[in-house]
């Protein structure tokens, strides 16, 4: 990977300890839209955050409090603001866009505690056109080597009163999903947590996501209200509620973000995320192939009659390898069979851990090898489920069997806590797995902070209430909670959404089924869904009878996992979402609806100048009786063509532009 990193200083104050203090220190971002002001007074420290003059936050505390010392923030001398401008250049082998060039301004402001032997924290600030992003750091320092981090005291004292999106949990230990509530923020309720990304939509259509970048070494953030004030949460270290972060200096906290813009798009198209996050560690990234994948377990282990026994042995996963090999799908996922792993262990299911787990062997109706050793011979790769609990107290000795047998990467499920250790926990899986060429696919698990920057091997996480769900739940997932993932939580990155599935029914008509779930939305809908949701290692989740021969299945052959470029549309949140991706000289556009009937018109202007041959799926008055149906037609367009595009309720709209010679 070809990193370009160019950091210039143009302007730096240099006084000594003993300068007087500075009381207020401003920061815009290259554009001026956005701009952040630090104050200092007695009581601690605060900032203010505008865009295009419109205070968003104001007055907001800034402070943390230790085990050893008490509180940081009162009595302190602001000293030697130093000014930079910077740009992060570089490639991204996994991701929504390939290359990225991203300018800010930078300001560094040295905190000291007013006393002998003064505690030294930075806070470190970038504005961004496309939002602003700061956090605390820990220089090493003669007085101070390690601390125990019990708060953290930012603040977001968010004006007016705009609409809220969010997650809201009871406790820290969760799987980081739900469905969204959409209140104002004054409804919000005090004392629950709010999980990130999380969304404010201002009465000007000014869009606001409060999220963290580099989540490394530190716990997992979280908003929660009190004393009507949005405020920080760290999840604490398990088994006690008052450490949250332990650390040996120099250190430093996860980016604080805020993305802003006026159009919602803006915050889906930002690359802030990543550019707050490191260069990659892994050098040559030529192992890398992200791709989409089966995925049984979804569909309910489904097979068609057969000559042998279905389970967990080779014919079950040659039946799937085979569907792979034939439709291009790059991988096969082994999970084992009907609630139990392809791994020795005594445990009672998937999820509930017993006494015995031996990751580095496999049951005895499964050969790994030879699974593997098929898979390579038509050219598709194995990847494998795997608990975490099961997988980390072996976790090289697996990795060197793994790949020994060929296996290409695996899903790490079941995480479901966002504490310091997990976080340390996560890095170290990526980082062995890395060492091992295989990629990661966790489950269960927060949201993402921008890693797969810095660990490319991290190809999707979930941390979403999805399509599983239609498993169990007694009403569908819903075309608008599609929107409220789209608007919030792919805001973070990469979401594994479980896709794939082909039997749309009408709401009125939905059941429970955990083998063959039904789906509420559109086949268009669900062949969109590809384009707008962002994962390196998209399901085709359900059985090959449900694909093959059906209605809209070539598109989903043929669509890609990671893109070039993206670009919104056109967006209405709570409404509908488009989106275009380009892939080499193709571009792929994706429009997905709510439940409402509508017909929007979309512009082809961001195409390159010649003509594109377009294949579009699309709705039709049919598709309101069944939901299945969809229309394909091919015509030439150019970048001055507009499209009409009539989406059905819960409908969509897919489409790949191919290039003419």
């Known amino acids: 990977m070809k990193i370009v990193l160019r950091f210039c200083l143009i302007a730096v104050l240099v006084f000594p300890i003993v300068a007087k203090s500075q009381q207020t220190v401003s920061l815009t971002s290259p554009n001026g839209q956005v701009s952040f002001k630090f104050s200092h007074s007695p009581s601690g420290p605060s900032y203010q955050l505008r865009y295009k003059q419109k205070v968003l936050i104001s007055d907001s505390k800034l402070g943390l409090v230790f085990k050893e010392n008490g509180h940081f923030g009162a009595n302190l001398k602001v000293i030697a603001a130093k000014f930079s401008t910077g740009e992060e250049i570089y490639t991204l082998p996994v991701g929504k866009t390939s290359s990225v060039h991203h300018k800010y301004r930078q300001v560094i402001i040295p905190l000291i505690e007013n006393r ?192 042998f026994v279905p389970g967990a042995n080779f014919e079950t996963n040659k039946y799937y390898i085979d569907f792979c090999a034939r439709n291009h799908i790059e991988y096969h996922s082994v999970i084992g069979y009907g609630g139990f792993a392809w791994y020795p262990n005594d445990w009672p299911n998937y999820g509930h851990q017993g006494t015995y787990a031996d990751v580095t062997k496999t049951i005895a109706s499964l050969d790994m090898q030879q699974i593997c050793d098929y898979a390579k011979s038509k050219n598709v790769g194995i990847h494998v489920w795997v608990n975490w609990k099961a997988l980390y107290p072996q976790l090289e000795a697996a990795f060197i069997q793994f790949e020994k047998w060929g296996i290409k990467g695996m899903m790490v499920d079941f995480l479901d806590r966002d504490d310091q250790e997990m976080v340390r926990i996560q890095e170290e899986i990526l980082e062995r797995a890395a060492a091992h060429h295989l990629f990661i696919q966790f489950h269960g698990a927060y949201k993402p902070t921008g890693l797969s920057r810095t660990y490319p091997n991290e190809f999707t996480r979930e941390g979403t209430y999805n399509y599983e769900q239609n498993k169990w739940r007694k009403v569908g997932i819903s075309p608008e909670h599609d929107l409220d993932i789209a608007f919030t939580r792919l805001l973070a990155g990469a979401a594994d959404y479980h896709l794939g599935g082909f039997r749309a029914v009408k709401p009125e008509n939905f059941k429970t089924h955990y083998i063959r779930p039904m789906m509420i939305g559109t086949r268009t809908h669900m062949l969109a869904m590809y384009v707008v949701m962002e994962s390196y290692l998209n399901m085709v989740a359900d059985y090959p009878e449900a694909y093959e021969g059906k209605m809209g299945f070539d598109f989903l052959k043929k669509v890609p996992t990671t893109w070039d470029e993206t670009k919104v549309l056109d967006a209405k949140v709570d409404g509908y979402l488009s989106i275009a991706r380009r892939k080499g000289n193709d571009w792929y556009i994706g429009t997905i609806n709510n439940s409402t009937v509508r017909n929007i018109k979309l512009s082809l202007n961001f195409l390159p100048d010649g003509e594109y041959e377009a294949e579009i799926y699309e709705d039709s008055a049919a598709t309101a009786d069944d939901p299945n149906f969809l229309v394909k037609h091919v015509k030439v367009v150019t970048n001055k063509d507009i499209l009409s595009v009539d989406m059905q309720q819960g409908g969509g709209q897919a489409m790949r532009l191919t290039k003419r010679n």
């Open 116 to 307: 002998p032997n003064g505690r030294q924290i930075n806070l470190m600030v970038r504005a961004f056109n496309d939002g602003l992003a700061f956090r605390y750091e820990f220089p090493k320092q003669e007085h101070w080597s390690s601390y125990t981090l019990t708060d953290e005291l930012t603040e977001f004292r968010i004006m007016g009163n705009p609409k809220t999106r969010a997650l809201s949990f009871k406790t820290y230990n969760n799987s980081h999903e739900g469905l969204y509530q959409k209140v104002a923020l004054d409804q919000l309720k005090a004392g629950e947590l709010l999980d990130l990304p999380t969304l404010f939509e201002f009465p000007d259509q000014v869009y606001m996501a409060v999220t963290e970048a580099n989540l490394r070494d530190y716990a997992g953030m979280y908003l929660s209200k009190k004393d009507g004030v949005l405020q920080t949460f760290l999840s604490p270290w398990q088994g006690q509620t008052a450490v949250k972060v332990k650390a040996q200096l120099p250190h430093q906290t996860p980016w604080r973000v805020m993305l802003i813009g006026d159009r919602i798009g803006t915050l889906i198209e930002s690359n802030m995320i990543t550019s707050l996050n490191e260069a990659s560690k892994i050098k040559d990234t030529s192992w890398l192939k992200p791709g989409k994948t089966s995925f049984h377990w979804w569909n309910g282990d489904v097979l068609p009659d057969t000559s």
